[in-house]
């Protein structure tokens, strides 16, 4: 059983910053491939960013320069360093993992998402 806990989400002023924070367990984590998504109210869920299990990354357009997506494999945890906050920026932020439970089954599993305000 994969389980994912983001943390970190909060009120920001625009152009402040954040930290956000996703801890895995029960996973094979070194070898999953890993991702920020975020949601606004009424809108689609989109992809911030990825980071794969050799550590190569992706980010979104909307995010590029501003975001990184780093992880510890020593402690199965993931970040999200969010820069230069935009009021766009606002919504609901979650963890995602695709790959090995420690019981030996392959699964995706979301976190339960941590909200990110930026306003003044």
């Known amino acids: 059983q994969v389980q994912l806990v983001e943390s970190g989400g909060g009120l920001v002023q625009p152009g402040g910053s954040l930290r956000l924070s996703c801890a895995a367990s029960g996973s094979r984590f070194s070898g999953a491939a890993m991702a920020w998504y975020r949601q606004a109210p009424g809108k689609q869920r989109e992809l911030v960013a990825t980071i794969t299990s050799g550590g190569t990354t992706y980010y979104a357009d909307s995010v590029k320069g501003r975001f990184t997506i780093s992880r510890d494999n020593t402690k199965n945890t993931m970040s999200l360093q969010m820069n230069s906050l935009k009021l766009e920026d606002t919504a609901t932020y979650y963890c995602?993992?695709?790959?090995?439970?420690?019981?030996?089954?392959?699964?995706?599993?979301w976190g339960q998402g941590t909200l990110v305000t930026v306003s003044s």
């Open positions: 995602h993992h695709v790959g090995w439970s420690g019981s030996g089954r392959y699964v995706d599993v």
